[in-house]
């Protein structure tokens, strides 16, 4: 609507401006005089401008039919394709101008323009693989999902044009959610071109999506080989698609692929945390109570977790308070001024009932970083102590409305996970999850807060209601769990 309106005025606007420049013609004096073979004619000033638009007109014309005369006559000396050549001559010219043309709206954003000026060069030219093409993206930008596919699909029927036309329709199929049939379409351009980068990444994600790990595994490889991605990013992601690999592997009790492929994840990214726990959990079962522990003291040098303590303490089950804690020195040694260190000895002097020294261990870190996690262990160590009740509640409550500490959190969306994942839940990314403190430092309590009982090996007793009337407070470690925090809060 607003195009046409623009059209008419316009249109307006010229006829205005030639009635006003003739009128002023009109009214020049003087003119031209020609004398011809003894005829003489004169003419005014607009007499001599038609004049001169005729001879132009007149010339042009002239210059056509010479080039046609120019034509004829080599036919009629024996080249029977002249005329032909100089009419295709012509239709070239215009459909070339069309394209360029199309190209430019395109590039513009003018979707309507663009698919007119490609109907028009796919009049005048003989090039398929140029106007289906600018049609496909015309008809794209417009809305027009039915033309475009239609466009793409005729790209298929020529080699050199095969990769354009999948690649478009895979792009279509995306944007419609059919990620099957976007998946068999990527595989297909992959096929044809395996250094496109674009088509790597798409196909990666769509087969860590559909947790095909080995084809991901391979697409990741041809990455490599390709230069698309530096060679530290690369044994970083293998390690974590070997580490999904292994997860997968457990999923069908395939136990010995599992534990291989959670080996090899570890061997990859050392510092990989699920990978050092699923490894060592591998050793442990196969009896290499070494290896386990040299997994893990390794994971925990780089970056210590609550659940890599959990997994060191499956090494020895069974032993006493005493022993573990002399045991647990190849991981409290390491990082020793570490939050997580100092929670760890904490919680291994409470099972050990030496509150004294759990004190020791948590109090600055109760003053410096009061955590739900650490505030916890300083109820369970004022109750180990025979504090009152009303004390113990008191450092309860404090937990609850303390800073979550660190979690697994996206770093591409920020969105807190309860445990780790390749892909993120919310945005999709792959491999973005980091163990750090969330930017509002908020959400749900991880899974290795309630560490205590595995490395206690017995569930944590309840606190003892007050009285009849008062009911009985959380458990103590158990208190951060996210289920039990909703409760409490609710």
């Known amino acids: 609507m607003l195009w046409s309106l623009i059209k008419i005025l316009a249109f307006v606007a010229v006829i205005t401006a030639l009635t006003f420049g003739a009128t002023q013609l009109m009214n020049v004096d003087g003119g031209a005089v020609i004398q011809i073979a003894g005829y003489e004619i004169a003419l005014g000033a607009l007499e001599l401008v038609f004049a001169l638009i005729a001879l132009i007109v007149l010339v042009w014309l002239g210059l056509r039919v010479l080039a046609f005369c120019a034509a004829a006559f080599r036919f009629l000396n024996g080249d029977e394709t002249a005329i032909s050549r100089y009419f295709d001559r012509n239709r070239e010219r215009k459909g070339y101008e069309a394209l360029s043309e199309g190209m430019m709206a395109l590039a513009s954003g003018e979707g309507h323009l663009a698919l007119t000026k490609a109907t028009r060069a796919e009049k005048y030219l003989n090039k398929p693989t140029l106007t289906t093409l600018l049609t496909a993206q015309a008809a794209e930008m417009t809305g027009d999902r039915k033309k475009a596919e239609a466009s793409y699909k005729k790209l298929l029927g020529e080699d050199k044009t095969r990769f354009v036309g999948v690649r478009g329709i895979m792009k279509q199929k995306l944007q419609d959610g059919d990620t099957d049939t976007a998946l068999t379409l990527a595989k297909k351009a992959f096929a044809l071109r395996p250094k496109h980068e674009d088509t790597q990444d798409v196909l990666l994600k769509l087969q860590a999506e559909k947790s095909d790990w080995a084809g991901a595994r391979d697409t990741l490889n041809a990455k490599l080989k390709s230069g698309a ?262």
């Open 229 to 490: 991605i530096p060679r530290d990013v690369h044994k970083r992601r293998d390690a974590v698609l070997a580490l999904s690999e292994a997860r997968g592997n457990a999923d069908t009790d395939d136990e010995k692929a599992a534990r291989e492929a959670a080996i090899e994840a570890n061997r990859l990214s050392p510092d990989l945390i699920p990978a050092a726990i699923h490894a060592a959990r591998g050793y442990i079962a196969d009896g290499n109570a070494r290896y386990a522990a040299r997994v893990l003291s390794k994971a925990w040098s780089t970056q210590p977790h609550p659940e890599l303590a959990s997994t060191f303490a499956e090494i020895a089950p069974d032993e006493t308070p005493t022993d573990r804690i002399k045991r647990f020195r190849a991981l409290t040694k390491l990082n020793p001024q570490h939050p997580e260190t100092k929670m760890l000895l904490a919680e291994l002097h409470i099972a050990a009932e030496d509150f004294p020294a759990a004190r020791r261990d948590i109090a600055a870190l109760v003053e410096e970083d009061p955590t739900a996690r650490a505030l916890t262990i300083m109820a369970a160590v004022e109750r180990g102590e025979g504090a009152d009740d009303a004390i113990v509640r008191d450092w309860l409550t404090r937990a609850l409305i303390a800073p979550r500490g660190p979690q697994w959190v996206c770093d591409n969306c920020q969105h807190i996970h309860s445990g780790w994942v390749p892909i993120c839940d919310h945005c999709q990314s792959f491999d973005t999850l980091s163990w750090a403190r969330p930017p509002e430092d908020e959400g749900a309590m991880p899974k290795g807060a309630q560490m205590l009982p595995l490395i206690v090996g017995q569930p944590t007793a309840p606190i003892e209601p007050l009285d009849k009337e008062t009911p009985a407070e959380p458990e103590l470690i158990d208190v951060t769990d996210p289920a039990e925090e909703e409760k409490a809060t609710s």
